[in-house]
């Protein structure tokens, strides 16, 4: 188990407003990363991050921003909730123990935009 | 850009038969993960392959990588019931754990 916490769990919101999705983790890894999953089109990277204050861009990061302020929280913002953006969204971690480690994800969140 | 292709995207098995899902990327890379989903649940890490030729396997699940061919395959060796799940393929090119993934393969397991 790797301490990953995602919050909420389920959300629905109306197009054009602010959203923020919460990945938390308790054991102190610098490596996290939010995914989208759609059908279709498997996950897909939306922002990924190294370390506090130190994130990066991934595939679809377009209409997303990410902030990473303390080592535990990876916090992913919608500034403008689009239909679109009606997914479900996975935080994952890298634990980065050995060259053989794989990504761990959270349970998800189900963000549905009307 | 990186393309991994999964195939076939669904696959009814019928139990006790073999069958096989094909993971195809567009550039050269030597890491090569697959996850298991069930519906609602979380990803869940099945295979960790990272070199050409390896092989890895668990249960009726086997798992092998030909980098030269960007080919991975996951073999069902006399499917069960509770093998019905979506699995996912994915490729790290960098080396960082950005990974790309396929669209996934739901597979359903009947009598």
């Known amino acids: 188990d790797a301490g990953i916490t995602q919050s909420p769990r389920h959300k629905v919101t109306e197009t054009g407003t602010p959203v923020t999705l919460r990945c938390h983790q308790t054991?102190?890894?610098?490596?996290m990363y939010w995914y989208r999953q759609d059908p279709g089109h498997g996950l897909r990277l939306i922002h990924y991050?190294?370390?506090?204050?130190?994130?990066d861009k991934g595939e679809v990061s377009d209409g997303y921003s990410v902030s990473r302020s303390k080592t535990e929280d990876f916090l992913l913002t919608l500034e403008s909730a689009t239909s679109s953006q009606t997914s479900v969204y996975f935080c994952?971690?890298?634990?980065?123990?050995?060259?053989?480690?794989?990504?761990?994800f959270g349970n998800g969140t189900r963000l549905t935009v009307t | 850009e990186l393309k991994v292709e999964q195939n076939p995207l669904f696959l009814s098995m019928q139990e006790g038969k073999n069958y096989t899902i094909y993971c195809n990327y567009s550039t050269t890379s030597d890491r090569l993960y697959w996850y298991r989903q069930d519906p609602g649940k979380s990803l869940e890490s099945l295979f960790v392959?990272?070199?050409?030729?390896a092989v890895k396997q668990e249960g009726r699940l086997m798992a092998s990588l030909d980098t030269k061919a960007r080919l991975s395959t996951l073999h069902i060796t006399a499917a069960v019931h509770d093998l019905s799940a979506t699995y996912f393929c994915a490729v790290d090119m960098s080396g960082d754990y950005k990974l790309s993934f396929g669209a996934g393969t739901t597979v359903t397991v009947r009598a």
């Open positions: 392959l990272l070199s050409n030729g």
């Open positions: 994952a971690i890298s634990l980065r123990k050995d060259r053989g480690d794989t990504l761990h």
């Open positions: 991050s190294y370390g506090v204050k130190d994130t």
């Open positions: 054991e102190n890894h610098r490596y």
